[in-house]
């Protein structure tokens, strides 16, 4: 069965400090991976997606970047946490237009 | 552009009561639309995915229609219990891409 794990769980961060958050998938081949931030409260905000290795798709312009250096992982980044950075990020991954299957997320406090 | 609307934004009833929640889309051009639960500070769990060309899928206590020439899509949950409080949302999936259009979720209690 496909599993997916996000990590870490929660995090705690300095302004003006790096960021790497993890996503794996297990189980699959070529799924295609995204990663979603929800603010307290309201919907979730799609930032990355990618259908492919090396293949990345930016939709909002921000202070975050992804990679995916192997089929089955995904990374968020950031090179200088701003405040507004804070949220709950949320892994998640799909074979085509199919069933979405998510993370349990990470919960990103920027100090 | 792809609108997906999701309401109430929350709504709470009695334990043992039968339910809807709606969701609702501006472009009937979907490829899917999936339902799903977030509990508080946790990823998202699957519920239902209904595909273009279904009109309903069942899952327990849980029914999911989907009605595309009038952009709705309703969750009907049978005999709610405290259990299922939770946010629901609905995203739908678009032919043109694999990107999902998220509802901003119904966040439901249920009394005791």
């Known amino acids: 069965s496909q599993t997916i794990h996000q990590w870490p769980a929660t995090l705690v961060q300095p302004v003006g400090s790096p960021l790497s958050l993890e996503c794996t998938v297990e189980g699959t081949s070529n799924p295609n991976l995204y990663w979603y931030r929800q603010a307290a409260g309201r919907g979730l905000q799609l930032l990355f997606y990618s259908v492919g290795i090396g293949q990345i798709s930016s939709e909002v312009p921000q202070n975050l970047s992804a990679s995916r250096p192997q089929d089955r992982q995904f990374i968020l980044s950031s090179k200088k946490l701003l405040l507004s950075d804070s949220g709950f990020y949320l892994c998640?991954?799909?074979?085509?237009?199919?069933?979405?299957?998510f993370g349990q997320g990470t919960r990103l406090t920027v100090v | 552009k792809q609108e997906v609307t999701q309401i109430p934004a929350a709504l709470s009833v009695p334990e043992g009561e039968n339910l809807v929640l709606n969701c609702s889309f501006t472009d009937s051009a979907i490829y899917n639309l999936q339902w799903f639960r977030q509990d508080p500070g946790k990823g998202l769990t699957s519920l239902l995915l209904?595909?273009?060309s279904q009109r309903e899928q069942t899952s327990g206590r849980l029914n999911a229609s989907l009605d595309k020439s009038s952009g709705r899509s309703t969750l009907y949950i049978a005999a709610s219990q405290p259990g299922d409080s939770a946010t629901y949302l609905c995203?739908?999936?678009?032919?043109?891409?694999?990107?999902?259009?998220w509802g901003a979720g119904t966040k439901l209690i249920i009394k005791p």
């Open positions: 995203a739908a999936s678009m032919d043109s891409n694999y990107q999902l259009i």
């Open positions: 209904i595909q273009s």
């Open positions: 998640a991954w799909t074979r085509g237009a199919a069933e979405a299957f």
